[in-house]
């Protein structure tokens, strides 16, 4: 009945304990959503202020491209070509070979801007150029077949034209224009170093974000940009870091005569100032932080498994401990009522059988008693202790009635109860306590030990403390078992499959009453094979 009853509410105790884990699950199921929602949110706000971040850049590289363009085109650019232009009208010297400048003039600063300057005579195929160097062949080549284009259409209202051209894998700019009276065509080669320069002041000349934002904070030093030509050779760059996530480049088109055309420019923000363009800035990754809660989520999730499985066993123990303690009052209880009946209803013939019944009656209500007691000191331990009575006793009669009392245990198996026992030896003990744990011990001893064994009961007075001992000639204890076999509802492997009965809790009972005693109990090899068990106690202070 009790067996089906406890596994009744062990069913339901595993059915709690789903309901709890699948619970948990949901729990773990509800972070990981929590944490994705977060990193969604976190990324799509990262994605807007990258891409606004991106204006601001693209803003820039407008900027400065408007600027470089006005700048050298006006300053530069068509400033030269004027010049020339005057000096043809003049007749004079288009290649500008002796005009020398007042320093920091436009046409000072604008005449480094030309490599050569050169002027080609289409009448005659003749080209004369400024500088020391002769120009190359290949230049020479080009400029006289660009010459005859030029002088068959007409010149755009600017009056100048720019080529971009590679000529031996070099890049070149030349800037010309012409002068159809005489079928000459006039204008010069772009010096890159000077326009790299030009392009560095143009950059460091003026703010390109509107001073507007942020109270002007936002200098040119936050912005990466860089200026290549169209075959991709740098011509200006700000600064040597940036965000490559942030980076936006464009193709210049062919606004401006083309001045810059193909050439392309990268821009990026530094993501040091984001947070003065975007309300919050740049959100920094919260991936670590959601790993941690995710981990720590999962760790819980773990402990909180580990702890149920460890109350499952502890209930199965629990079950398996009342399904055992039912058992073992049932033997006894059935023996107890056959003998009361068959004395009662006088079935028994002889004398003999009659004293043999009233020896077992007397047997196994001891057994029972001492069972009951183990049950109520172990629970004893975990409800409040029973009290305990110190008496200085002088221990060899006691252990004497102790055995006297066993010994009808001992002759159902046929068991001799030796003994060496030291007369003077004294200690403060309960008296019942002591004779709970020697019982337990002896009843180990026969129950475990073979029939017709001899078991052996010490007592012995070393320094400042007494030692009982009771050894058998069974199967003794396994070394690694002995830390274990004192733990409540322990029972060694073997004995689940063996048809000995016991509850576990013998010896859990004596280890603790022991300790009461402020003493000690060790289990060690006894002589011969079998266990020997050892109960010390100190002869002085008590606890
Ligand atoms: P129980 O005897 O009811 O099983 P105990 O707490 O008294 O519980 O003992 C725990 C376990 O230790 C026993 O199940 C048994 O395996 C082992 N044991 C105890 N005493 C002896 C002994 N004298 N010889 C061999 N094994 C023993």
Redesign the pocket.
């Known amino acids: 009945m009790s067996s089906v009853r406890y596994s009744q509410s062990g069913d339901s105790t595993t059915s709690r304990s789903r309901l709890i884990i699948g619970l948990l699950v949901m729990v773990l199921l509800l972070v990981l959503g929590l944490a994705w929602q977060a990193n969604q949110t976190m990324r799509s706000h990262r994605a807007t202020t990258t891409s606004v971040l991106q204006d601001y850049a693209r803003v820039s590289a407008d900027e400065f491209v408007r600027n470089a363009m006005a700048q050298i085109g006006f300053y530069g650019y068509y400033t030269l070509i004027n010049l020339q232009r005057r000096q043809a009208f003049e007749d004079s010297d288009v290649l500008l070979k002796d005009r020398v400048f007042d320093a920091d003039t436009t046409e000072a600063r604008a005449k480094r801007l030309a490599n050569h300057f050169f002027e080609l005579d289409m009448r005659s195929e003749q080209i004369a150029t400024s500088g020391d160097e002769l120009i190359s062949p290949e230049i020479e080549d080009y400029l006289l077949r660009r010459g005859s284009d030029l002088l068959l259409s007409p010149l755009p209202e600017s009056g100048l034209v720019i080529d971009h051209t590679v000529l031996g894998d070099e890049p070149y700019t030349f800037v010309m224009s012409t002068d159809e009276a005489s079928d000459r065509v006039f204008g010069f080669e772009v010096n890159r170093d000077e326009l790299s320069r030009w392009l560095r002041q143009t950059f460091d000349d003026a703010p390109l974000l509107p001073e507007s934002l942020a109270d002007g904070a936002i200098s040119n030093d936050f912005i990466y940009l860089r200026f290549d030509d169209s075959k991709g050779r740098a011509l200006f760059q700000s600064r040597q870091d940036y965000d490559p996530y942030l980076l936006v480049s464009k193709l210049v088109g062919n606004e401006y005569e083309g001045i810059f055309e193909s050439f392309q420019v990268t821009a990026s923000i530094d993501p040091v100032i984001a947070e003065m363009l975007v309300i919050g800035g740049l959100p920094r990754s919260r991936l670590p932080v959601l790993f941690a809660v995710i981990l720590l989520t999962v760790g819980l999730l773990i402990a909180a498994i580990l702890q149920l499985r460890r109350e499952h066993a502890l209930m199965k123990l629990r079950t398996d401990f009342v399904s055992?303690v039912s058992h073992?009052l049932r033997t006894p209880l059935a023996q107890i009522r056959i003998f009361a009946e068959s004395l009662l209803f006088k079935r028994l013939r002889s004398a003999e059988d009659e004293r043999r019944a009233l020896e077992i009656i007397d047997r196994e209500s001891r057994r029972l008693t001492n069972l009951v007691e183990?049950v109520l000191e172990f629970s004893g331990q975990s409800n409040g202790e029973r009290e305990l009575h110190f008496t200085h006793t002088v221990l060899a009669p006691l252990i004497g009635d102790i055995i006297d009392e066993f010994q009808p245990l001992a002759n159902s198996v046929a068991a001799r109860v030796e003994t060496e026992l030291d007369p003077g030896a004294a200690a403060p003990v309960d008296k019942d306590a002591l004779r709970q744990m020697l019982l337990?011990?002896l009843?180990?001893?026969v129950?475990?030990?073979p029939a017709e064994q001899c078991v052996q009961v010490s007592l012995s007075a070393p320094q400042g403390r007494i030692e009982i001992g009771?050894s058998?000639q069974?199967?003794?204890?396994p070394r690694s078992?002995r830390e274990k076999?004192?733990r409540?509802?322990?029972?060694?492997?073997?004995?689940r499959q063996s048809a000995?009965?016991?509850?576990?809790?013998?010896?859990?009972?004596?280890r603790e009453t022991v300790n009461r005693h402020g003493g000690r109990i060790r289990?060690e090899d006894a002589v011969g094979g079998?266990?020997r068990?050892v109960i010390e106690i100190p002869t002085g202070n008590r606890p």
């Open positions: 055992e073992e183990n337990n011990l009843d180990n001893a129950k475990y030990g009771v058998d069974g199967p003794g204890i078992e076999i004192w409540g509802y322990y029972r060694l492997d073997r004995e000995i009965a016991g509850t576990g809790i013998g010896l859990s009972v004596v289990v079998g266990a068990f």
